[in-house]
């Protein structure tokens, strides 16, 4: 009979060591460029108190390594044009680096959370969900593109072993 050992993985700890790692790299990118100050916008339809409470737990990381961050939270009113419209003017904001679309929309109206994704500049897609960014992932140009959160935070646990 063979035995099996095991290793307990602490999330909490490799998450607080990325930040960190994070923390370092963006410190050095402001000395190379100026006091540069990254920044990125979470757009949020409607007040979904699951969503918030991912949010929260985004804005809070971002300011840990010192990243501006911006929640635009839509009323559940929202059309999908205003969201394109919303997303668009965020695309073109230099201030703006990154931009993610909490899902899912908590909206009366009908949006389409495909064309919501690729309307988000492929450069600032962080969450990797444009078809750009998933057919680059597809084809392991993995240097070129987003890889998801939640597959890359599995991949990070798993290297950590």
Same mark, same amino acid.
């Given at each position: 009979m063979s035995t099996i050992t095991t290793k307990t993985i602490d999330g909490k700890e490799i998450a607080k060591n990325i930040r960190e790692k994070c923390r370092l790299m963006l410190?050095? +990118?402001?000395? =190379?460029?100026?006091? !540069?100050?990254?920044? !990125?916008a979470v757009v949020q339809v409607g007040n979904r108190e699951d969503s918030n409470v991912y949010i929260r737990h985004k804005l809070k990381a971002a300011e840990e390594i010192g990243i501006q961050a911006r929640l635009v939270r839509l009323d559940p009113s929202t059309t999908e044009r205003q969201l394109v419209q919303q997303i668009e003017q965020l695309n073109g904001d230099p201030s703006i680096h990154g931009i993610i679309v909490q +899902?899912? !929309?908590?909206?009366? =109206?009908? /949006?389409?959370?495909?064309? /919501?994704a690729n309307t988000i500049s492929p450069d600032k897609d962080i969450d990797g969900l444009s078809d750009l960014n998933a057919g680059l992932l597809s084809h392991g140009n993995l240097d070129k593109c987003f890889v998801p959160c939640t597959p890359y935070g599995c991949l990070e646990l798993i290297r950590s072993t």
């Open positions: 410190d050095e +990118l402001r000395k =190379q460029e100026n006091n !540069f100050t990254p920044g !990125f +899902l899912p !929309f908590d909206s009366v =109206q009908t /949006i389409d959370a495909n064309r /919501i």
